[in-house]
């Protein structure tokens, strides 16, 4: 049997952060939000480099044993990595340099280098090296053939190219500075003359400052670069142990892992690329050029002035007033569900779950499954107080949520300590699904509280990601939920199954084929079909085989993918009859939510899932079912809107083009901003309060 198109996950994910720069690049967006689409670009980049290329580069070791069951080459598919993301690199400098350095100087904002400043700047430059800077800047003669300095992970440091004063013209040494930026703000703003803002990269400062550094040598030219080391935690969950303390193990590790990555400037000679590469003993697939500057994910800090007519205006979040304004918080959810949806709506009914629990003298239990949550939370705060009002409190912790294993063990130490009982990760599998219950006594009896989200409790962030959250009392829903939490908590296997939540290692993968083939059935008894998603990533073979048997039967399938799409929507005779785009905005979409037509009566899931291998086989993910009328058909109303988004939705197809979905003689429409007054006009006209 032929292979069907597939997309590889990492030539997709680099589609996606194009994505992320086409919104640096576009002019209708402020100037300060395209700024800070540079860094959250860079901040991506940086992170794939850490851990997805990392991986490959560690499989062109591997025996050809284990190649052969791979389906593809890594070192073909590093080639081709590196290719796209050299072309994507050019694109920023150019919008950088040609673009954003241009558009800062009109408003009066001069990025200024160390070699345009005059007598006043110099003077002032060189008072806050001495006063804030010389402490940190130790700069190291590199040479060759003897040991090698330890570069640090992605710390920035300039290659400096000397000469010896006494030696001859000929001769060249080498140093390496570190820019302390881990110490030290990375934009230096100089004092203001004529009207004139002037701002200085911590990098330039370090520059103007070599000739100090180096007395008896000339100053040939100076070069920006930075190491990236892999950062995936390898842990080894066959054999006996603590699992807790080997993750504690390699995280002391993490930044002393192999170089994935050398980040340079591309106007370096040769000669110093040539030296560096023999230096740190690296291949010329772990060579990356860029711009000036590097680690440019610290755009998120450039200063604005004051000058917010250049960010986006603000849209604040909205009171769930259902929830925030009840008197009794937990009657309301009893009586019917809810759904909110942050950033739109405010975090606070959340928040308030967890606080008026730890208060309610007819709470006895309050369980919630952790996975990435703020250093600062009052959600955790609330949780220490439960025990001291004398309350259970279980807590489930994945300590092996990526980048967030080091604060997850914090929190969980800390909590212990506060009298929480704290289970940790499962070896060889994660818990990722979004949960919490709530167990009060009333008048019938105990009765269950439940929250099931799309995403973390995670104050901070819910700022930015917009994600679906549903309060239930449902006892189909808050049933199934004690069941889980019970697994996490005995990993004993639940007895009666589940009948309504969609539960990972247990029934999602089955549930959703299931739901797939009875559309699938219906259009082929010439019935109305049609299966829409709206998912971060969509990668997992299996499914996209079934999505592609959906098209083939005449099934419609609508997708909306953030970030992954393996399946190649729109291939003749396989895929005509599926469509996908992609929203990158303002806000980061991060919902999961599954629609099956169902001759009419839709079966729609929110879900912490998305449709790729790891959620699928190697979680517990869980997919709640939604059975109140309002609520599905606000859900149903959202797919749409953001279906007929026409100015920040991407058409995803073969070509990985990214095209802008824009049709014409269309209406303006971003679907962000129409999110938001969608929650706005219900609130205006009552109907959050009725439905």
């Known amino acids: 049997m032929a292979r069907e198109p597939y997309m590889h996950r990492d030539i997709s994910w680099l589609s996606f952060n194009e994505r992320v720069l086409q919104e640096a690049e576009d002019k209708q967006n402020p100037l300060f939000e395209r700024i800070k689409f540079m860094a959250i670009y860079s901040n991506n980049l940086d992170e794939f480099f850490r851990v997805r290329?990392?991986?490959?580069?560690?499989?062109?070791?591997?025996?050809?044993?284990?190649?052969?069951?791979?389906?593809?080459?890594?070192?073909?598919?590093?080639?081709?990595?590196?290719?796209?993301?050299?072309?994507?690199?050019?694109?920023?400098?150019?919008?950088?340099?040609?673009?954003?350095?241009?558009?800062?100087?009109?408003?009066?904002?001069?990025?200024?280098?160390?070699?345009?400043?005059?007598?006043?700047?110099k003077t002032f430059i060189d008072q806050y090296f001495n006063n804030n800077m010389l402490p940190y800047v130790q700069p190291v003669l590199l040479v060759k053939n003897k040991i090698r300095p330890f570069l640090n992970n992605?710390?920035?440091?300039l290659i400096v190219v000397?000469?010896?004063?006494?030696?001859?013209?000929?001769?060249?040494?080498?140093?390496?500075?570190?820019?302390?930026?881990?110490?030290?703000?990375?934009f230096i703003?100089?004092?203001?003359?004529?009207?004139?803002?002037?701002?200085?990269?911590?990098?330039?400062?370090?520059?103007?400052?070599?000739?100090?550094?180096?007395?008896?040598?000339d100053i040939l030219d100076s070069f920006s670069m930075k190491l990236t080391r892999d950062a995936e935690l390898?842990?080894?969950?066959?054999?006996?142990?603590?699992?807790?303390?080997?993750?504690?193990?390699?995280?002391?590790?993490?930044?002393?892992?192999?170089?994935?990555?050398?980040?340079?400037?591309?106007?370096?000679?040769?000669?110093?690329?040539?030296?560096?590469?023999?230096?740190?003993?690296?291949?010329?697939?772990?060579?990356?050029?860029?711009?000036?500057?590097?680690?440019?994910?610290?755009?998120?800090?450039?200063?604005?002035?004051?000058?917010?007519?250049?960010?986006?205006?603000?849209?604040?979040?909205?009171?769930?007033?259902?929830?925030?304004?009840?008197?009794?918080?937990?009657?309301?959810?009893?009586?019917?569900?809810?759904?909110?949806?942050?950033?739109y709506h405010a975090y606070e009914s959340v928040i308030q779950f967890f606080e008026r629990a730890a208060a309610d003298p007819d709470v006895t239990h309050i369980k919630l499954v952790q996975y990435r949550v703020g250093a600062q939370s009052r959600i955790m705060s609330?949780?220490?107080?439960?025990?001291?009002?004398?309350?259970?409190?279980?807590?489930?912790?994945?300590?092996?949520?990526?980048?967030?294993?080091?604060?997850?063990?914090?929190?969980?130490?800390?909590?212990?300590?506060?009298?929480?009982?704290?289970?940790?990760?499962?070896?060889?599998l994660k818990v990722h699904a979004k949960l919490a219950m709530v167990r009060r006594i009333e008048k019938d009896g105990p009765i269950m509280y439940t929250y099931l989200s799309t995403g973390n409790f995670h104050e901070g962030t819910a700022r930015v990601y917009s994600d679906l959250g549903l309060f239930t009392a449902d006892e189909r829903i808050t049933g199934e939920v004690a069941q889980v939490?019970?697994?996490?908590?005995?990993?004993?296997?639940?007895?009666q199954g589940f009948e309504h939540l969609l539960v990972g290692q247990f029934n999602l993968v089955d549930t959703l084929t299931e739901l797939i083939h009875e559309e699938v059935r219906l259009a082929r008894l010439g019935l109305p079909a049609e299966i829409c998603l709206k998912l971060n990533s969509l990668q997992d073979p299996f499914l996209i085989h079934e999505l592609y048997q959906a098209s083939q039967a005449g099934v419609r399938v609508r997708i909306i993918v953030r970030g992954i799409c393996s399946l190649i929507p729109g291939v003749p005779g396989l895929s005509d009859n599926i469509e996908a785009i992609s929203i990158v905005d303002r806000f980061l979409e991060h919902t999961r939510v599954?629609?099956?037509?169902?001759?009419?009566?839709?079966?729609?899931?929110?879900?912490?899932?998305?449709?790729?291998?790891?959620?699928?086989?190697?979680?517990?993910?869980?997919?709640?079912?939604?059975?109140?009328?309002?609520?599905?058909?606000?859900?149903?109303?959202?797919?749409?809107?953001?279906?007929?988004?026409?100015?920040?939705?991407?058409?995803?197809?073969?070509?990985?083009?990214?095209?802008?979905?824009?049709?014409?003689?269309?209406?303006?429409?971003?679907?962000?901003?129409e999110t938001y007054f969608y929650f706005k006009r219900r609130i205006d006209t009552g109907a959050t309060k009725s439905s």
């Open 154 to 157: 992605a710390a920035l440091y």
């Open 382 to 428: 609330a949780l220490k107080e439960a025990v001291q009002n004398g309350k259970q409190v279980t807590v489930f912790i994945e300590v092996k949520a990526r980048f967030d294993e080091e604060a997850n063990l914090r929190w969980g130490e800390e909590l212990e300590r506060n009298g929480v009982t704290v289970h940790y990760s499962f070896p060889g």
């Open 594 to 673: 599954f629609f099956f037509h169902n001759q009419g009566d839709p079966k729609i899931y929110i879900s912490s899932a998305d449709w790729m291998v790891r959620n699928l086989y190697y979680r517990i993910e869980t997919a709640c079912p939604i059975y109140h009328p309002a609520i599905r058909e606000i859900l149903m109303d959202l797919f749409e809107i953001q279906w007929n988004d026409t100015l920040k939705a991407r058409i995803i197809d073969e070509h990985q083009t990214n095209a802008f979905r824009r049709p014409e003689k269309s209406i303006a429409l971003r679907s962000q901003h």
């Open 53 to 121: 290329v990392a991986n490959h580069r560690n499989l062109l070791r591997v025996g050809k044993k284990t190649k052969a069951q791979l389906d593809y080459d890594p070192k073909d598919l590093i080639k081709e990595i590196k290719e796209i993301v050299n072309l994507q690199q050019e694109r920023f400098t150019r919008i950088f340099n040609e673009e954003l350095l241009p558009e800062l100087s009109e408003h009066r904002v001069q990025m200024i280098r160390h070699t345009d400043l005059d007598e006043d700047q």
């Open 485 to 495: 939490f019970s697994f996490l908590e005995t990993v004993k296997l639940p007895e």
């Open 234 to 343: 390898y842990i080894d969950d066959e054999f006996s142990g603590d699992l807790i303390e080997k993750i504690k193990k390699s995280l002391t590790n993490r930044n002393i892992g192999p170089a994935s990555r050398l980040v340079y400037d591309r106007n370096i000679d040769n000669r110093t690329l040539n030296f560096l590469q023999e230096m740190f003993e690296l291949e010329s697939i772990d060579l990356f050029p860029e711009g000036r500057y590097h680690n440019n994910m610290d755009f998120f800090k450039f200063p604005d002035f004051g000058m917010t007519h250049l960010k986006l205006a603000d849209l604040p979040p909205l009171p769930f007033e259902p929830l925030e304004g009840a008197r009794d918080f937990f009657a309301r959810i009893r009586w019917r569900d809810y759904l909110i949806n942050p950033p």
């Open 162 to 186: 000397l000469r010896d004063k006494s030696r001859s013209e000929h001769h060249r040494d080498y140093a390496i500075i570190k820019i302390p930026s881990d110490h030290i703000p990375r």
């Open 189 to 217: 703003i100089l004092p203001e003359t004529g009207g004139q803002r002037y701002v200085m990269m911590l990098d330039e400062l370090v520059r103007h400052s070599i000739p100090w550094l180096f007395p008896g040598y």
